[in-house]
């Protein structure tokens, strides 16, 4: 799951370019370990990206950020201190909502952090091809309460499909209600609508309902940084003080595991985030991709819907992120493979970012035969 | 109701969250940092300083850092067992690239972050498929870090002598006699050279013993090797001891790490290997490491591998003497008695 440009190349955002250029000329750097925490520039600032300039959260100095390996680094820091404190001390039991379908890594993640009691929570609908939102609160609203739910924060993985304003408020509602701790995970920001605040707004509705909760973040996507392994766990608690304690831990939990984070990365996050005009350069390659994205899913699903393609085509677009449910069947999904020679997962769903202008017609008229040959 | 949720909107999770105490070592260096005395050093860190007092960033590490930069590589995602020619590189390294464990690739290197994140993937894998025990021995004294790593990873902690106070020096007698008793099937750590934080090596004739006693109780051996080149400037001398093992039928386990030969600390460079039975075993146990990977940090990072990989590989960056010995030019002084970065003046603590 990775950008490829309209030629089906990877792509080093050219504001990551000039940035590593930067650092290569500055001779006052060196390979010293980062603090266990990680570089506190690219903490701070990873956590604004999540919750805003104008953070209420940041400037009552409730937020930490813990610098982690990608998001999986993140997810799994986080976990981990979940396990040890959230809900009495070392509470295995504490069920983990995770929704159905997911990343699959997300249950391994908290498996392996030592969670006993790993659940789904209903999330597709695959008859009407969206959000099973009446399944999602009513499980919600059965879960224990304290509950850790896992939810996508954009560009749902690997579904594409999000909660809109008005239904995360809903979510939001009966999550209060029911003090059930919300673990974002963040891995699209700025990729999904190429707007990185709108990407935002389900956290920092959260956070502004008065939610404590974490947020594992991910750069490998929005910054292009897939190998150089950047992600942030930003805590937003109650106050400073609750939060100092639980970074504090977070460091016995870092320590074990690296010890301390990889630089590379993360100084080119952190150039980048403070420096008004390479910021500025960095949102509009991330609009670059993400409206290549925008204008793939417009083309495959303009082809389908022109070819006559059984069924509806408009979820193609209606999806956000990297990825697409495109409903294909098991059967019509080998076909795509064996035939045609178009790779995508069993679950019918496609990498958008494979696509590229020279491709479409191909795609979609092997999409066109496989639904017409298999139903 | 309304009351119960006003009360417990100010409630927070971490109540009962204790303040955690600064890291024994790495707290060492913030305290240094926040000190505004002049006369302030920090001897503390296990990271080399110049003659001047500042951090050294090799020679060899700036080349190679201008020959991948010129390359232009892309930023995509490492496999999950990280940088293949790293991780062929780095066992070279170690055993020494004609060694038979090599050539018959009856072995599994993974690359890790750092040492630390070597000694954790090989401590979880043990905690998951070393079924014989979940005893893990240490000298005494060890690295920190080590007990905690192994604690968090499931195992339980155990010692046996190693550091003899009295003469500063190693305490053979009461190593042998105490890993003579090591139940059968445990495990039990030794640091390859340049032992942390003493300073003090078992001399090869030691070594040999020690083998030979692990070999006669049927010891697992995991070697953590943080200082390979640093200790005597000597790469082969340095991982004498490992090889020795495997040469005697020691199938051993070995943690690298390339913070501190190739001062590449903040990159977080490091490898895990398993010497295996043959290359069928080697690959079920790299299918099984992987997995224990990906829902940690799913792959590793790729700026300091492909540092130490062009060092590695590359004629002209990698000649021994080169870029170890370029690392050790300013403090051959101190290898005098003891070897190292350390040294263990006998104070009573």
Redesign the interface.
Same mark, same amino acid.
């Given at each position: 799951a990775a950008y490829r440009t309209d030629e089906g190349q990877p792509w080093v955002l050219p504001v990551v370019k000039k940035v590593e250029q930067k650092i290569a000329n500055d001779a006052s750097l060196n390979h010293e370990y980062l603090p266990i925490l990680g570089l506190p520039e690219f903490r701070a600032n990873a956590s604004r990206i999540a919750l805003g300039e104008d953070s209420r959260a940041i400037k009552e100095n409730r937020v930490g950020g813990v610098q982690c390996l990608g998001g999986t680094g993140a997810l799994r820091i986080g976990a981990e201190f979940l396990r040890r404190w959230y809900n009495g001390n070392n509470n295995t039991t504490t069920p983990v909502y995770i929704s159905s379908p997911s990343w699959e890594n997300h249950n391994s993640v908290f498996v392996n952090a030592g969670f006993k009691d790993i659940r789904a929570y209903r999330y597709w609908d695959a008859a009407k091809r969206g959000l099973d939102l009446e399944g999602l609160l009513e499980d919600m609203e059965s879960a224990p309460e304290f509950s850790i739910f896992i939810l996508h924060a954009c560009a749902h993985n690997p579904t594409g499909t999000d909660p809109t304003l008005e239904q995360w408020k809903q979510i939001a509602a009966v999550m209060k209600r029911r003090f059930l701790f919300p673990f974002f995970d963040s891995a699209y920001q700025g990729f999904a609508s190429g707007c990185l605040d709108r990407d935002a707004w389900a956290v920092r509705y959260f956070v502004s309902e008065g939610f404590e909760l974490f947020c594992a973040q991910s750069f490998s996507k929005n910054f292009g940084l897939y190998n150089e392994r950047v992600g942030n766990l930003s805590v937003v608690g109650k106050d400073t003080d609750n939060v100092q304690r639980v970074l504090s831990q977070m460091e016995k939990i870092v320590r074990t595991i690296w010890s301390n984070p990889p630089s590379q990365g993360a100084r080119i996050v952190a150039t980048t985030l403070t420096c008004p005009q390479l910021f500025a350069e960095w949102k509009d390659n991330v609009k670059t991709m993400a409206d290549r994205v925008l204008l793939m899913r417009s083309e495959l699903r303009a082809r389908l819907q022109a070819l006559g393609t059984p069924g509806t085509w408009n979820h193609i677009t209606e999806q956000i992120g990297m990825f697409s449910f495109t409903g294909l069947n098991p059967k019509q999904v080998e076909y795509m493979i064996k035939e045609k020679h178009i790779y995508l997962m069993a679950s019918g769903r496609i990498n958008m970012c494979g696509l590229t202008t020279k491709n479409l017609d191909y795609v979609a008229s092997s999409i066109h035969e496989a639904v017409t040959k298999f139903q | 109701h309304i009351g119960l949720t006003e009360k417990?909107?100010? &409630?927070?999770?971490?109540?009962?969250?204790?303040?955690?105490p600064p890291?024994p070592i790495?707290g060492v260096t $913030?305290a240094f940092k926040r000190d505004t005395n002049a006369k302030k050093m920090n001897l503390g860190?296990g990271?080399y300083r110049d003659d001047n007092g500042k951090?050294f960033?090799l020679n060899s590490?700036r080349k190679a $850092?201008?020959q991948i930069?010129a390359k232009?590589m892309?930023?995509?995602?490492?496999p999950i067992a990280g940088l293949a020619e790293f991780n062929k590189a780095s066992a070279e390294l170690a055993l020494g690239d004609t060694n038979e464990v090599i050539k018959s690739g009856r072995y599994v290197t993974v690359q890790t972050?750092?040492?630390? +994140?070597s000694l %954790?993937v090989g401590a979880s894998f043990l905690q998951r498929f070393f079924k014989y025990s979940r005893d893990v021995y240490l000298p005494k004294p060890s690295w920190g870090?080590h007990t =905690?790593?192994f604690?968090?990873?499931g195992m339980q902690l155990h010692a046996y002598r190693y550091y003899d106070p009295k003469t500063c020096g190693f305490d053979f007698a009461g190593a042998l006699d105490d890993i003579s008793k090591i139940p059968e099937q445990s495990v039990i750590l030794f640091h390859a050279c340049a032992h942390n934080p003493t300073g003090v090596d078992p001399r090869p004739e030691q070594w040999k013993e020690l083998a030979a006693v692990v070999k006669k109780r049927n010891l697992f051996a995991f070697f953590d090797m943080a200082y390979q080149g640093f200790a005597s400037g000597d790469i082969n001398r340095d991982s004498w001891a490992v090889r020795h093992f495997i040469e005697q039928g020691i199938n051993v386990v070995l943690s690298q790490s390339y913070?501190k030969n190739m +001062?590449? &600390? +903040?990159?977080?460079v490091g490898a895990f290997s398993v010497i295996c039975k043959d290359v069928d075993e080697a690959k079920r146990v790299e299918s099984q490491l992987k997995?224990?990977i %990906? =829902?940690?940090?799913?792959?590793?990072?790729?700026? +300091?591998a492909r540092i130490a990989s062009a060092i590695l590989t590359s004629p002209d960056l990698s000649s021994c003497s080169s870029w170890v010995t370029k690392s050790q030019h300013a403090w051959h002084h101190l290898v005098e008695i003891q070897t190292g970065m350390r040294s263990f003046p006998s104070l009573s603590f």
């Open positions: - | 417990l909107a100010c &409630y927070s999770w971490w109540s009962h969250v204790e303040m955690g890291d790495l $913030e860190v990271a951090p960033v590490v $850092e201008a930069a232009k892309d930023k995509e995602y490492l972050i750092s040492g630390t +994140g %954790r870090n =905690p790593i604690r968090d990873a913070a +001062g590449l &600390y +903040g990159e977080r997995i224990l %990906r =829902p940690m940090y799913s792959n590793p990072p790729v700026n +300091g």
